[in-house]
């Protein structure tokens, strides 16, 4: 059988595990597109999914949500896609009826899932995608830097739930790659002073080249100070643990916003009487369809700078070392790249 007719796939096992296995590629129906995956971010949702921290999909189960590529073979009801496009994947898949689908709010139909997390994902050499699903990527823009639209669009779509005036004072707690992209997209949302709140000094310094007024590193043996409590007019708790959301709560003013974005691995206490007596507006945020076209303008125009946060990259048949370095080197790693093509460098 020839080879172009199979498609390698890396399946998450069990507890920690991940295996190759090899299956017939499948035609699309007839609104799908068959993508060839080019580019995968390793998430640390794909890790905690697989200590099982997480409860989505059930192994065996290709992970992989940050997903680009190229249109390979498209079904025929297929009117937007032409073979050789390059794309990105938007993973959340709703039912398409319900009120929430209509009006363009898939991320609240109640029956929705992710491609990666509850269907099969992209650690797959080939995958069949939902034509709506896409997105075209701009020549500017390379397979590496889109395969991170995914986790900027999620930002984005917070950003937009806050009501930020220009000169607002602003925190970001977490120095991971959403907090990263926080801090960018609150200078460019027109925030004044913004302050990156971390414990990783590498993390804390490429938060100031990426706009960061002020960072401060809460390891042991380093004494930055906090923000004043009650200076902040925004706090975006980028961490989720009850100790970055008590912070939150500290630091916000009267009448502030706390933007929540960090997923507790389990319950947590809050501090429900501060936030009444303070009237804190507390704000929860996930997926975000309609701002897709939006994150690959800002990725094009270098409004939100992706590369510095990419560190380190891995070849598609690497995966699992890709996988075990991300859950043994998390303080070096930002953000790791696999790659199913030769690695592409955006154009200039």
Not at 51 to 78: M, Q, T
Not at 128 to 140: A, E
Request: hydrophobic letters at 40%.
């Amino acid at each position: 059988m020839n080879d172009e007719t199979q498609n390698l796939i890396w399946e998450w096992t069990g507890y920690n595990e991940v295996q190759s296995r090899t299956q017939t590629r499948q035609s699309p129906d007839s609104d799908q597109v068959e993508v060839a995956i080019r580019a995968i971010g390793i998430c640390g949702t794909d890790l905690h999914i697989m200590s099982g921290h997480a409860e989505f999909g059930k192994p065996p189960l290709p992970l992989g949500h940050e997903l680009a590529g190229v249109v390979v073979r498209i079904g025929n009801a297929v009117t937007r896609w032409r073979i050789g496009d390059r794309v990105c994947i938007d993973p959340l898949i709703g039912c398409g009826t319900c009120e929430a689908c209509l009006s363009g709010n898939k991320h609240r139909c109640p029956d929705a899932g992710e491609i990666g997390l509850h269907f099969p994902g992209g650690w797959q050499q080939y995958m069949l995608v939902p034509q709506l699903n896409l997105y075209r990527l701009p020549d500017s823009v390379s397979f590496e830097e889109a395969s991170q639209a995914e986790t900027l669009h999620c930002c984005l779509g917070g950003i937009d739930k806050l009501e930020i005036r220009l000169g607002m004072d602003a925190t970001v707690i977490g120095d991971g790659p959403t907090g990263l992209y926080y801090v960018q997209l609150l200078k460019t949302a027109g925030a004044g002073r913004v302050t990156l709140i971390g414990k990783r000094a590498s993390r804390l310094e490429l938060g100031r080249l990426l706009g960061a007024d002020e960072t401060v590193n809460l390891s042991p043996s380093f004494s930055n100070d906090i923000p004043a409590m009650e200076s902040q007019d925004i706090v975006i708790d980028a961490a989720g643990t009850e100790a970055s959301l008590q912070m939150g709560i500290e630091l916000l003013k009267r009448g502030s916003q706390l933007l929540l974005f960090g997923l507790p691995g389990a319950p947590i206490s809050v501090d429900i009487q501060t936030v009444v007596m303070k009237e804190l507006k507390l704000l929860g945020t996930t997926n975000a369809p309609h701002v897709w076209p939006r994150v690959l303008k800002m990725m094009a125009t270098g409004n939100v700078k992706v590369k510095p946060l990419i560190t380190h990259h891995f070849r598609f048949e690497q995966l699992v070392e890709a996988v075990e370095f991300a859950c043994n080197q998390s303080d070096e790693i930002i953000k790791i790249i696999v790659h199913n093509d030769p690695i592409e460098e955006a154009k200039p």
